[in-house]
Structure formats: C-alpha cells, structure tokens
C-alpha cells in the first residue's frame, strides 16, 4: 500500500518561508519521480515542481527561484522549500509519486495535502 504523508504547511507572513516534507512508504522511492501539487480555492491543481529519479527538475514559471525542491532517497523523502512566499502561493500543497522514473509530471499517488496559508 502507497502512502505518501505531508508535513509543514502552515500559516505564513508574505516574504517568509516554509519547508514542506512528504515521506513516502509502499514504492521503490529511490526509482520514483516525486512531486508537488497546490490546489488553491476555485483553481485547478497545478504541478508546482517535480524531480525524477535522476534529480531532473522541473517547476512552474511562478515559483522558479522562490522555491526549491530536493529528495533523500536513503530517508525517502521529498522536500518543497519555499521563500519569498507570496500570498497567490496560498493553497493546498500535495505530495505526489509515480514509479515512472523518468517522468517530470508524477501523478499516480497522492498524499492528503497540507495547507500553506501567506497572509499577513
């Protein structure tokens, strides 16, 4: 059974920053392209940021220098570091997996979210 378990939103000032973290159980991790979600209200959910098994990145234009994704695979673990966080960055951010390694788009499995809330 895959579960992916997310950790770290929270409520944040504009400008500030947040670390969110997914572990990942029931999946080859270290083969696996992992990503992040957010859903804000009203919204599609959009791809936010992706790495694939050989550490290619990929991130949506309103996010690229502001946030940073990485993994541990001895820990399997995904990380979303975000700064300069903007109250538009305001939404439900999921972990997702996909055993595909190579793929910058991995949508098979999903976490349960965790909200990021940017206001002052």
């Known amino acids: 059974q895959v579960q992916l378990v997310e950790s770290g939103g929270g409520l944040v000032q504009p400008g500030g920053s947040l670390r969110l973290s997914c572990t990942a159980s029931g999946i080859i991790f270290s083969i696996s392209s992992m990503g992040w979600y957010r859903q804000a209200p009203g919204k599609q959910r959009e791809l936010v940021a992706a790495?694939?098994?050989?550490?290619?990145?990929d991130y949506v234009d309103s996010v690229k220098g502001r946030f940073t994704i990485s993994r541990d695979n001895a820990k399997s673990m995904v990380y979303l570091q975000m700064d300069s966080l903007k109250a538009e960055d305001t939404a439900v951010y999921y972990c997702?997996?996909?055993?595909?390694?190579?793929?910058?788009?991995?949508?098979?499995?999903w976490g349960q979210g965790t909200q990021v809330t940017v206001s002052s």
């Open positions: 790495i694939t098994s050989g550490f290619r990145l």
């Open positions: 997702s997996a996909d055993p595909t390694s190579w793929t910058t788009k991995p949508n098979v499995y």
